[in-house]
């Protein structure tokens, strides 16, 4: 990993093992991780070494806990088998809060390009672009996820949900969601649809925005661009 400055964990004790690849680590308790560094910076996590080839770079098991990620830039995560495919990043089973942060350039299998929580996601003053997945280019949560201040661009998904794909609410506050996308480059068929939903939000319950800037965000499978709720269409 290169980057700016030093990074810090706080955990419960002995509770981090290797993955299955030499550069995916695990927690299996609740983690903090922040930077040593000033507000203004961010330590760098980049899964390829320079031989072209990457993994995914963190999976936390922390259940009904809630893990935080603070300070840190998470560059070229690629998830193809781990977990079925799921969080190009980082996969946290538990709740996850994420904290002046940055995502760019992961890619996931299956869910979740930057990130695939089995929790409720919270995201501040954080940067999630350019990254993509099958289902959820930027986040992929099985619950709610909360956006603060932060920008969710440019992400990819061949299924729903480019930028964001939920199965509970999805809340954003002075945030920018733009320029997702949503394709089906194949023509896939997938439970009885080739038409997929939510090039910027997918959510299964509400989208709640304020003070929030949500366009520009496409759909070329002939599905909603911008948000989607599933159990509330039209």
């Not at 998470?74 to 190009?88: C, E, H, I, L």
């Not at 480059?185 to 925005?209: S, W």
């Not at 520009?216 to 599933?230: L, S």
């Amino acid at each position: 990993a290169a980057g700016q400055a030093g990074a810090s964990r706080r955990t419960g004790g002995n509770d981090i093992q290797r993955g299955s690849s030499e550069s995916t680590v695990q927690f299996v308790n609740p983690v903090t991780i922040q930077a040593n560094a000033g507000a203004d910076q961010t330590y760098t996590i980049n899964a390829d070494d320079g031989s072209g080839t990457s993994t995914q770079i963190l999976w936390i098991r922390a259940f009904d806990n809630t893990s935080t990620l603070k300070g840190l830039e998470f560059v070229n995560g690629n998830a193809q088998s781990q977990y079925g495919g799921a969080g190009g990043a980082v996969l946290v089973l538990g709740d996850l809060l994420v904290d002046n942060c940055i995502f760019t350039n992961n890619t996931a299998g299956q869910s979740g390009g930057a990130m695939y929580v089995e929790g409720n996601v919270t995201i501040i003053d954080s940067v999630i672009s350019n990254n993509e997945a099958r289902g959820g280019g930027g986040i992929r949560s099985a619950y709610d996820v909360t956006v603060i201040g932060s920008e969710i661009s440019d992400n990819t998904s061949t299924y729903h949900g480019g930028g964001i794909m939920a199965m509970g609410d999805v809340i954003v506050t002075d945030s920018i969601i733009s320029g997702n996308t949503v394709t089906n480059p194949t023509g896939e068929d997938f439970l009885g649809t080739n038409i997929f939903q939510g090039g910027g939000i997918y959510a299964y319950h509400k989208v709640t925005f304020t003070d929030s800037v949500i366009e520009d965000n496409i759909n070329t499978t002939g599905g909603n661009a911008d948000i989607y709720e599933e159990a509330y269409p039209g």
